[in-house]
Each structure stands twice: as structure tokens, then as C-alpha cells.
């Protein structure tokens, strides 16, 4: 969701979108607090990686439907007021979803050398 908010563009509230993230951020941080503290916090990295990851994307497909819905020809016939203007933001849309899965990818990786090393002293 966060992403998606991310590629609207605007004018009226400008950079108070970034805000709107935030906020919508909030619940999503505080579900994955209450799963983590359920399993006891134990691999929450690697978890919290793969949640971004997975929803970055579910948000990849949704702006690919957006993308193609936009180009079609059928779809500019039957709504001729492009109800799709305000999704435009592909810059600030792009740099969250690339902050988002690098941070997924970052948490899985060292999550995974934290195991190995784990797995090293173990053995020795």
C-alpha cells in the first residue's frame, strides 16, 4: 500500500503525501510487532525481509495493471476522463519500492549470515 501511495501525484497536498505514508505505515509496523512478539522475535529479519519483498511485489503487478490499463485503447474509450492521472509519481513510486526491496533483501541477507556464522560456531 505504501508503494502505491507513493506514485500518486497530487498537486493539492504536495509533499504532505510522504505524511499520509507514514501514517498508513503505522499499522502495518505495529501487526508485524504483534506477529514477531508471538514467535518471540525468533528470525524476525528474515521474516520482515520476505514481508517486503512480497509486497513489493504484489505492488509490481499492481502498477504493471495500472501501466497497461493506461495504454489500452479500450480503456481510454469507455473512460474518457482517465480516472488514472493521479497515479503519475513514477519517481518518488520507483525510489520507494527500490528502498523497500533492498531493505527486504538487506534484512534477508544478514539474516542468513547471522545463521551461517551461528551454524560455524556450532560445529567448532
Given at each position: 500500500?505504501?508503494?502505491?501511495?507513493?506514485?500518486?501525484?497530487?498537486?493539492?497536498?504536495?509533499?504532505?503525501?510522504?505524511?499520509?505514508?507514514?501514517?498508513?505505515?503505522?499499522p502495518?509496523?505495529?501487526?508485524?510487532?504483534?506477529?514477531?512478539?508471538?514467535?518471540?522475535?525468533?528470525?524476525?529479519?528474515?521474516?520482515?525481509?520476505?514481508?517486503?519483498?512480497?509486497?513489493?511485489?504484489?505492488?509490481?503487478?499492481?502498477?504493471?495493471?495500472?501501466?497497461?490499463?493506461?495504454?489500452?485503447?479500450?480503456?481510454r474509450?469507455?473512460?474518457?476522463?482517465?480516472?488514472?492521472?493521479?497515479?503519475?509519481?513514477?519517481?518518488?513510486?520507483?525510489?520507494?519500492?527500490?528502498?523497500?526491496?533492498?531493505?527486504?533483501?538487506?534484512l534477508?541477507?544478514?539474516?542468513?549470515?547471522?545463521?551461517?556464522?551461528?551454524?560455524?560456531?556450532?560445529?567448532?
Open positions: 500500500m505504501i508503494c502505491l501511495l507513493s506514485f500518486t501525484s497530487i498537486p493539492e497536498i504536495g509533499a504532505f503525501k510522504f505524511i499520509v505514508m507514514g501514517g498508513f505505515s503505522i502495518a509496523v505495529i501487526f508485524f510487532l504483534i506477529g514477531a512478539a508471538v514467535c518471540h522475535f525468533e528470525n524476525w529479519k528474515s521474516v520482515f525481509g520476505v514481508v517486503l519483498l512480497s509486497g513489493t511485489g504484489f505492488n509490481l503487478l499492481v502498477i504493471i495493471t495500472f501501466i497497461c490499463l493506461q495504454l489500452s485503447a479500450d480503456y474509450e469507455y473512460f474518457p476522463d482517465n480516472k488514472l492521472m493521479y497515479f503519475s509519481d513514477y519517481l518518488s513510486g520507483v525510489i520507494s519500492m527500490i528502498v523497500l526491496a533492498g531493505t527486504g533483501v538487506a534477508i541477507k544478514v539474516d542468513k549470515q547471522k545463521m551461517s556464522n551461528k551454524a560455524l560456531n556450532s560445529d567448532a
